[in-house]
């Protein structure tokens, strides 16, 4: 599947990461996108003008704003590569694109790496672009087909294994100790972290909360424990 970024801000992070190859404008917008064409043109990328109802085929009903970059399917790295850095977010079953692209961005932001499962998840899909806000260009993920045997390879290579989990059976992230390479595990939206998932973790932590919320949306968990896991290292 190749890849597709839309939308004006995310098509020039794509053209600057190097990651399109192709970059086609609504016709009848292009004075609008004038910054968009030059850099696609300054970058030696193919430029096609079409109409909207193209544009908007190609976009998949994803707002695009009157420009759309495609190019090699989103290339994801190797298990080992991933493992190497010092903070990595693996994602159990997050099927919502919005919080992926969430995700993927805060991961970006603290410079962690990502373990995505291969089924019953959400892909690099064009509304994971957005949600993103173009940090996708810039993410560095593994796709893998079963994560407890990935968890495992991580323990195996080192890294501690936090999940993230309520209170009720947690520790508060902060007590966690420290030790070197953290893998911090975000479960799903409704059910959290699955049984043999839970079991491949080291710790289960929480995020203290006052207010009478029992639970975080999955990327605001998964962005609030990146900042904590990087103030405390």
Partial sequence: MSRVVVGHRFVLEAIAAGTVRRVHVDRSRKRKLSDVLSAARRAGLEVREISRDALDELAGGVRHQGVV??????????????LRAPLVVALDEITDPHNLGAILRSAVAFGA?????????????????????????????????????????????????????????????????????????????????????????????????????????????????????????
């Fill in 69 to 82: 970059a495609t190019g090699p399917p989103f290339r994801f790295a190797p298990l080992e590569e991933v």
């Fill in 113 to 233: 790496t990502v373990l995505l499962p291969k089924h019953r998840a959400a892909g690099i899909t064009p509304a994971v672009v957005r949600a993103s806000a173009g940090a996708t260009e810039h993410a560095t993920v593994a796709q893998v087909t079963n994560l407890q045997r990935a968890l495992g390879e991580a323990s195996d290579a080192g890294l501690q294994i936090v999940g993230l989990a309520g209170k009720q059976d947690a520790i508060p992230l902060s007590d966690v100790p420290r030790a070197g390479a953290r893998v911090l595990v975000v479960g799903s939206e409704g059910k959290g972290l699955r049984r043999l998932v839970r079991q491949r973790c080291d710790f289960l932590a929480s995020i203290p909360m006052r207010g009478p919320t029992e639970s975080l949306n999955a990327s605001v968990a998964a962005a609030i424990a990146l900042y904590e896991t990087v103030r405390l290292q």
